[in-house]
């Protein structure tokens, strides 16, 4: 998972999935190609905003609260701005 650097980290979807799983993750998001975060929900103490943890170059940097209580609206703010996003479900077992 490269972050905003050159290639497509789509390809390699299926590590990015495990490693967001193991870190708790239950969506990753993706603007362009390029993975750009991971989210979980929040608790009473991030008043139940969306969680997110960028990574770069393989370093979890670590949970920040994001202050969206909905990921519409976060998909919605980049594609407004002409950016192909997408939100992955990180399935949780």
């Not at 608790?43 to 920040?64: D, G, R, T």
């Amino acid at each position: 998972m490269q972050g905003n650097q050159p290639g497509n980290d789509l390809e390699k979807l299926d590590e990015c999935l495990r490693y967001g799983k193991k870190q708790g993750a239950h969506f990753a998001f993706f603007i362009n190609g390029h993975f750009w975060h991971y989210y979980k929900p929040g608790n009473a103490e991030s008043k139940y905003c969306w969680l997110f943890m960028p990574v770069h170059n393989q370093k979890v940097i670590e949970w920040k609260i994001s202050y969206n209580l909905n990921l519409d609206s976060v998909v919605s703010f980049y594609q407004g701005r002409g950016y192909d996003v997408q939100l992955i479900k990180i399935e949780q077992e």
